[in-house]
């Protein structure tokens, strides 16, 4: 992934994508499957809207935000993972392109031509898994896209990776030139969403395949876990991403997942983790060691709501900030909730 590191405003022209088109120009799972081969376990992950007010405190000045959207190999710990950073204007993205080329070296390699600029780089991780990261950094006017490819055979041939890089370009093109229409989420999704309040500041949504939820909740078994929701005739869920307002590094996620039924909603949850685990008011709380993170859980009528509170730096545990606002808005969440089943 790319660092951002802090440069002085340039002089050309700003960026007028907004985070919702961007999010609309990352690349779809029959795009990721096609590009590495056809492989229907390349699933998507959990997104990140990587705008402020979230990790204000580490933004440059001349990044406007980013977006993340990642990608995982069941079965394997590999990973896909694209990450735009848009920038106030072409000057700032350039600048920031030639520190990351400089700072790279004699460590890139040639390859496709794709965008405005672009610099192949690779590395053996020095983690406990080692797993071979191939990344390349392409500036397409203001804004630069991240690619990285982390697999365990070895690093990753650069003409494929060019490939889906310019993919990637095509499409983000699209959606600037209005050829891709975003579609905003309507009164009915938002009202899935926890209500406005003073604990969290609401910094994207979507709806996003069921498939996510996996990753969300961690699952040991992602297929079996995704078919306990499509047994049930749940393929997708509304995603909400946010900034906990009293320590802007912790990311707060939350997952509104509709059924047909209360009954439904009952039997899934009794299925994941038992209805005997919930509380009188019918919640579920708990930390995480392993994670880092504080994880929340409500059965509702024909709603399960679902949250997570830990840093955006994916190192670093949860603060204790999270604790009491994470728990005023399950309950706010949960109460609005209850008034629509």
């Not at 390349?42 to 990642?70: C, M, N, S």
């Not at 920038?87 to 390859?111: D, F, K, R």
């Not at 949504?205 to 047994?231: C, H, K, L, T, Y």
């Not at 707060?252 to 009954?263: D, E, I, K, L, P």
Request: glycine fraction near 8%; charge should be negative; hydrophobic fraction near 40%.
């Amino acid at each position: 992934m790319v660092a951002l590191t802090a440069c002085t405003r340039g002089s050309g022209s700003a960026s007028n994508a907004t985070p919702l088109q961007v999010y609309t120009a990352a690349p779809t799972v029959n795009q990721v499957r096609s590009s590495l081969g056809g492989d229907a376990l390349w699933w998507p992950a959990t997104p990140t809207f990587g705008v402020r007010p979230l990790d204000l405190e580490f933004t440059p000045e001349t990044v406007r935000f980013t977006i993340t959207q990642r990608y995982v190999h069941l079965g394997t710990p590999e990973s896909l993972v694209a990450q735009y950073i848009v920038y106030t204007n072409t000057s700032g993205a350039t600048t920031e392109m030639t520190n990351i080329t400089n700072n790279l070296g004699t460590n890139t390699v040639t390859g496709p031509k794709v965008g405005d600029q672009v610099v192949y780089t690779g590395q053996k991780l020095a983690t406990s898994t080692a797993l071979y990261d191939t990344a390349m950094i392409i500036r397409q006017g203001a804004i630069l896209v991240s690619v990285d490819l982390r697999e365990v055979s070895g690093f990753a041939d650069v003409n494929r990776l060019g490939k889906i890089g310019s993919s990637l370009i095509s499409r983000l093109k699209d959606v600037l030139a209005n050829k891709i229409r975003p579609t905003p989420p309507g009164q009915t999704d938002d009202a899935l969403l926890p209500p406005p309040g003073t604990d969290v500041t609401l910094v994207g949504a979507a709806r996003v395949p069921i498939e996510v939820s996996a990753d969300m909740f961690g699952a040991a078994s992602p297929e079996a876990f995704v078919g306990s929701f499509r047994s049930l005739g749940v393929t997708d869920f509304e995603f909400g991403d946010y900034a906990l307002d009293a320590d802007l590094h912790m990311e707060v996620r939350t997952a509104t997942f509709a059924f047909q039924s209360g009954s439904d909603a009952s039997s899934w949850v009794d299925q994941a983790i038992g209805l005997s685990s919930l509380n009188q008011n019918g919640q579920a709380t708990t930390y995480v060691d392993a994670t880092g993170k504080y994880y929340g859980f409500f059965l509702q009528g024909r709603f399960v709501g679902f949250m997570t509170c830990g840093s955006t730096a994916t190192t670093e545990a949860a603060a204790r900030a999270c604790e009491t606002p994470f728990i005023r808005v399950l309950n706010a969440w949960q109460l609005n909730l209850a008034q629509q089943s």
